[in-house]
């Protein structure tokens, strides 16, 4: 399994590790601190997070534990929306995501959000060729 191309990684893989990435995110974890309190490297971390590296059930419930989270809630099998679930997950694994949409929620609801998407959304139009 190590080694192999995120492109054949596991779907399960992938969701499982997305789920670690943002629990870790929401609890303000560092990717070395979540690290040490599992007793592997960063990299180990950055591996499980982006599903190039499965994850044990011993190793799964040592994070869980640390985010403070039951180990069912890595996999969101209990919760037949899991596939919108996976989709958030991994938009706010994206860098800075998080951040956005925190700050996003500290702006006056009305004319200020609206124009703040609308901005956002011009940014990521592509030219038309």
């Keep these: 399994m190590a080694g192999k191309p995120e492109a054949l990684a596991d ?7 997305a789920r670690i990435r943002l629990l870790r995110k929401v609890r303000g974890m560092s990717q070395q601190a979540l690290a040490e309190a ?7 971390i950055q591996k499980y997070e982006r599903g190039a590296n499965r ?6 419930s040592r994070i ?6 039951p180990v069912s809630e890595m996999f969101g099998e209990a ?3 899991s596939g919108a679930i996976d989709e958030v997950a991994a938009l706010l694994g994206e860098p800075g995501a ?4 925190r700050a996003y929620s500290n702006l006056p609801k ?6 703040l998407v609308d901005f956002v959304r011009t940014l ?3 030219p038309v060729r």
Excluded: C, H, Y
Aim: proline share 10%; net charge negative.
């Design 38 to 44: 599992a007793g592997v490297t960063f990299q180990q």
């Design 98 to 101: 998080l951040e956005l949409l």
């Design 55 to 60: 994850v044990s059930a011993s190793m799964l």
């Design 110 to 115: 009305g004319p200020p959000r609206s124009a």
């Design 79 to 81: 919760n037949p929306n």
């Design 11 to 17: 779907p399960v893989d992938i969701a499982v590790g």
């Design 64 to 69: 869980a534990k640390t985010l403070d989270a």
């Design 124 to 126: 990521g139009d592509k």
